[in-house]
């Protein structure tokens, strides 16, 4: 059930006008920032390819809802592909948990907020109240939130030369390699599949993150295990583009000029 009244439907005349060239990403950039200077307490509804809203308290982000990525809120690690029943020496076990944890249940806000601040999107008037809808134990501050959905757009523009969130992918009929090893989480992605279905149609399906749902989907195409439908699989040599997601932002802007 959503913790978003309404499920937020932004109304045409209620919506704030922008500018297409720059992305109406920015102006919601701006305006969440205005709102965390300002210590706000509320809701900003957003309109567009997704309808949602991202919720703050105290100018701290506390929740987001997306209409296309699941409202996943177990702090289950399975939903970032991570395998929580993996061995980890007791020294890293306490500090790995901790932070896996963390991610989990932070994932569903940011994953949310990656499709919302989208170059379509539009927000609305900010309402205001006294106590938001849902608190996060970890509330996220709104520059910190910024700056990962940036770094996740420019990791998935890389991706979209194979796979994104969007693309049809079916099992490959001939595999490059006589033998693969893949990880627990990303064979639960294989399983839950069928032909033609996308990253996002299985996020949703197993309530995982679409942005790591996509990152998956893109390592098992190169693989070769999977295949963007209608693309050419990549190279039997095992010589396909290799993407460092870490310096995607770095990269990227480096080519920028």
């Given at each position: 059930?959503?913790?978003?009244?309404?499920?937020?439907?932004?109304?045409?005349?209620?919506?704030?006008?922008?500018?297409?060239?720059?992305?109406?990403?920015?102006?919601?950039?701006?305006?969440?920032?205005?709102?965390?200077?300002?210590?706000?307490?509320?809701?900003?509804?957003?309109?567009?390819?997704?309808?949602?809203?991202?919720?703050?308290?105290?100018?701290?982000?506390?929740?987001?809802?997306?209409?296309?990525?699941?409202?996943?809120?177990?702090?289950?690690?399975?939903?970032?592909?991570?395998?929580?029943?993996?061995?980890?020496?007791?020294?890293?076990?306490?500090?790995?948990?901790?932070?896996?944890?963390?991610?989990?249940?932070?994932?569903?806000?940011?994953?949310?907020?990656?499709?919302?601040?989208?170059?379509?999107?539009?927000?609305?008037?900010?309402?205001?109240?006294?106590?938001?809808?849902?608190?996060?134990?970890?509330?996220?501050?709104?520059?910190?939130?910024?700056?990962?959905?940036?770094?996740?757009?420019?990791?998935?523009?890389?991706?979209?030369?194979?796979?994104?969130?969007?693309?049809?992918?079916?099992?490959?009929?001939?595999?490059?390699?006589?033998?693969?090893?893949?990880?627990?989480?990303?064979?639960?992605?294989?399983?839950?599949?069928?032909?033609?279905?996308?990253?996002?149609?299985?996020?949703?399906?197993?309530?995982?993150?679409?942005?790591?749902?996509?990152?998956?989907?893109?390592?098992?195409?190169?693989?070769?295990?999977?295949?963007?439908?209608?693309?050419?699989?990549?190279?039997?040599?095992?010589?396909?583009?290799?993407?460092?997601?870490?310096?995607?932002?770095?990269?990227?802007r480096d080519t920028d000029g």
């Amino acid at each position: 059930m959503s913790l978003i009244p309404k499920r937020t439907r932004v109304r045409a005349g209620l919506v704030w006008p922008g500018r297409e060239v720059d992305g109406y990403a920015n102006l919601i950039g701006a305006r969440l920032r205005k709102l965390a200077a300002a210590g706000s307490t509320g809701t900003l509804p957003v309109s567009g390819p997704t309808d949602g809203a991202i919720i703050l308290h105290g100018g701290r982000v506390v929740h987001a809802e997306s209409s296309r990525t699941p409202t996943q809120r177990t702090g289950d690690p399975a939903a970032l592909g991570l395998a929580p029943g993996e061995a980890v020496s007791p020294v890293e076990a306490p500090s790995i948990g901790m932070v896996a944890g963390l991610l989990a249940m932070t994932e569903p806000i940011i994953d949310a907020a990656t499709e919302l601040l989208s170059s379509k999107s539009r927000y609305a008037k900010f309402r205001r109240s006294e106590a938001p809808v849902a608190i996060a134990p970890h509330p996220i501050p709104v520059t910190a939130l910024l700056t990962e959905v940036e770094r996740r757009h420019r990791v998935l523009s890389q991706l979209s030369a194979v796979v994104t969130a969007d693309t049809p992918v079916i099992r490959s009929s001939a595999l490059a390699w006589p033998r693969l090893q893949v990880s627990a989480p990303q064979w639960a992605l294989v399983v839950a599949m069928s032909d033609g279905m996308t990253p996002r149609g299985v996020a949703m399906k197993l309530g995982h993150s679409v942005f790591a749902t996509t990152i998956e989907f893109y390592r098992l195409i190169e693989l070769g295990l999977l295949a963007a439908a209608g693309r050419e699989p990549p190279p039997a040599d095992g010589r396909g583009t290799a993407l460092a997601f870490m310096r995607a932002v770095h990269n990227e802007r480096d080519t920028d000029g």
